[in-house]
């Protein structure tokens, strides 16, 4: 089985994944796959479940967004979060759904009903995740 190799970087830390077969991402338009010899693409990403065959066997992680380059040497994630699914604290999701929940109804502004909305998203996404 062919494999290339994954770098993510995020704000507080970057890990290296070798031996990759497979790589599912949420891009701004849908899931999309990644195998060795894909063509070049520079994709962004938006809140949801990354998907990881390698050799060590299939691991899940939640991501709130960023951006994918894909090149001929290796693939590189650039995000703003990623937590592997079995890392993620269910209570402390339900609890960030609740309380997105009550800002969604309370929003002073725009802004805030927008930043609600988005948390809301994030952590409903940590639940799927999760169930993996």
Request: include cysteine.
């Amino acid at each position: 089985m062919t494999s290339f190799s994954i770098e993510i970087v995020t704000p507080t830390k970057a890990m290296e994944k070798g031996a990759v077969s497979y790589l599912r991402c949420p891009g701004m338009d849908g899931l999309f796959g990644v195998m060795q010899g894909h063509a070049n693409a520079m994709v962004a990403l938006d809140i949801g479940e990354i998907k990881i065959e390698s050799s060590e066997g299939v691991n899940y992680f939640s991501t709130s967004g960023g951006f994918i380059d894909i090149s001929e040497e290796k693939v590189l994630l650039l995000l703003q979060t990623i937590e592997k699914s079995t890392g993620i604290d269910k209570e402390r999701a339900k609890e960030s759904v609740e309380r997105a929940k009550q800002r969604l109804k309370t929003k002073v502004s725009v802004i805030d009903g927008d930043r609600a909305r988005i948390s809301l998203l994030r952590a409903l996404n940590r639940l799927k995740v999760i169930q993996r």
